[in-house]
C-alpha cells in the first residue's frame, strides 16, 4: 500500500483567506489527482495533474505536481464557505491503481 | 448526467449477517473500485476490477468479503458474517481507461450492531 500524507489534517479558516493543503509521498505517481468531499456524498474529482513540475488553475484554486511527482499542493485564494469541505490527493500508479490520502478538512468560517 | 449508482444508501444490520452492497458504474467505464471509507482509516481500497476481471483484491479480508462483476453493469461487494468493526462508508468507482480519473458513487453507510 502506497502512503499519501496530507496536512494539515485540519483547517479553520475566515472567508478570505489564503490556504495551502500538502500531499506527500515517498513514492512516485504516474499521475495525482484532487478530489473534493462533502458530506453524505463520494469525492467529486477536482484536476489531474500528470507532468512533473505541472500547475494547473480552477478559478480559485492552483494544484501544483512536484518535479518528481511524489508530492502535490492545493492552493485556493480568497477561500470561501463554498469551499468547505474533506479535500483529498490520490496517486495513480501504472495500471490505474489509485490510493487516497489521509485527507484535508477544510471549514471555511462566513 | 451519468453517474455511479449504489445501492442501498443506508443499511442496518445485526452481526453475523449477510450484507450485498451493489453498484452500477458508468455506462462504457471498464474499471470498477471499491473503497471503504472510516474516520480512523479514511479511504481504504478493498478491491479493483478491469473489464469485469479482478486485478487486486488484496485490500479486502478474504473470509468474509467477496466482490465480483457478474456483468458490466453489475458489481457486488458481499460481507458475510458481517461484524460490527464492518460499520464504514463503502463507495463504488468507475472510470475510464487510460484517462485517470474516477467518478464515486454517494456510498452505503453500513452499520453492524
Known amino acids: 500500500t502506497q502512503l499519501l500524507e496530507q496536512s494539515p489534517q485540519f483547517l479553520s479558516i475566515q472567508e478570505g483567506e489564503n490556504l495551502t493543503v500538502y500531499c506527500n509521498s515517498s513514492s512516485v505517481f504516474s499521475s495525482l489527482q484532487w478530489y473534493r468531499q462533502e458530506p453524505g456524498e463520494g469525492p467529486v474529482l477536482l484536476v489531474t495533474v500528470v507532468t512533473g513540475g505541472e500547475v494547473k488553475k480552477l478559478k480559485r484554486l492552483t494544484f501544483q505536481f512536484g518535479d518528481a511527482r511524489k508530492d502535490s499542493s492545493l492552493h485556493i485564494t480568497a477561500a470561501q464557505p463554498g469551499d468547505t469541505g474533506l479535500y483529498l490527493c490520490?496517486?495513480?500508479?501504472?495500471?490505474?491503481?489509485?490510493?487516497f490520502g489521509t485527507g484535508t478538512s477544510l471549514t471555511v468560517i462566513p | 448526467d451519468a453517474r455511479v449508482t449504489q445501492t442501498p444508501r443506508h443499511k442496518v444490520t445485526e452481526m453475523g449477517q449477510e450484507v450485498t452492497m451493489r453498484c452500477q458504474p458508468i455506462?462504457?467505464?471498464?474499471?470498477v473500485f471499491w473503497y471503504r471509507q472510516t474516520m480512523m482509516q479514511g479511504l481504504e481500497l478493498l478491491a479493483y476490477f478491469r473489464n469485469r476481471a479482478p486485478l487486486d483484491d488484496s485490500g479486502m479480508p478474504k473470509d468474509r468479503f467477496s466482490a465480483e462483476m457478474p456483468d458490466a453493469t453489475l458489481a457486488t461487494l458481499k460481507i458475510q458474517p458481517s461484524e460490527p468493526r464492518d460499520s464504514a462508508v463503502y463507495f463504488c468507482?468507475?472510470?475510464?481507461?487510460?484517462?485517470?480519473?474516477?467518478?464515486f458513487g454517494s456510498g452505503t453507510q453500513l452499520s453492524v450492531l
Open positions: 455506462l462504457g467505464h471498464n474499471t
Open positions: 468507482a468507475s472510470g475510464p481507461t487510460g484517462p485517470e480519473k474516477l467518478f
Open positions: 490520490a496517486g495513480a500508479e501504472t495500471g490505474n491503481q489509485f490510493y
